[in-house]
Nanobody
Framework: QLQLVESGGGLVQPGGSLRLSCAASGFTSDYYAIGWFRQGPGKEREGVSCISASGGIIAYTESVKGRFTISRDNAKKTVYLQMNSLKPEDTAVYYC???????????????????WGQGTQVTVSS
């Protein structure tokens, strides 16, 4: 069974850091892109970042550029989202998503994904 499991969320003060993890299991291949999404209270879900299958292509939404870093460890079948300089507006449930046919990050924010994690809550508050 194909599964994505996020972890690493929590409560952090403004300016703090968190590292989210997305662990994959059940996929026959490790060669697929992973996207990170978030949905804040009263907001629509938005694409935050994407890393290609090779790790050579990375994309970020404008609001997190320079603060968030995505990476992957294919040996561990895990993708990470390092979040620094967190702001209250980063508060959201964060999800990772995958669709095995996607290996790049083209249109990652709008394309369809069959596989989603359960989400991890990130709260930025003093």
């Amino acid at each position: 069974q194909l599964q994505l499991v996020e972890s690493g969320g929590g409560l952090v003060q403004p300016g703090g850091s968190l590292r989210l993890s997305c662990a994959a299991s059940g996929f026959t291949s490790d060669y697929y892109a992973i996207g990170w999404f978030r949905q804040g209270p009263g907001k629509e879900r938005e694409g935050v970042s994407c890393i290609s299958a090779s790790g050579g292509i990375i994309a970020y939404t404008e609001s997190v550029k320079g603060r968030f870093t995505i990476s992957r460890d294919n040996a561990k079948k895990t993708v990470y989202l390092q979040m620094n300089s967190l702001k209250p507006e980063d508060t959201a449930v964060y999800y990772c998503a995958a669709e095995p046919k996607y290996t790049t990050c083209v249109a990652y924010q709008t394309r369809e994904y069959r596989y989603w994690g359960q989400g991890t809550q990130v709260t930025v508050s003093s």
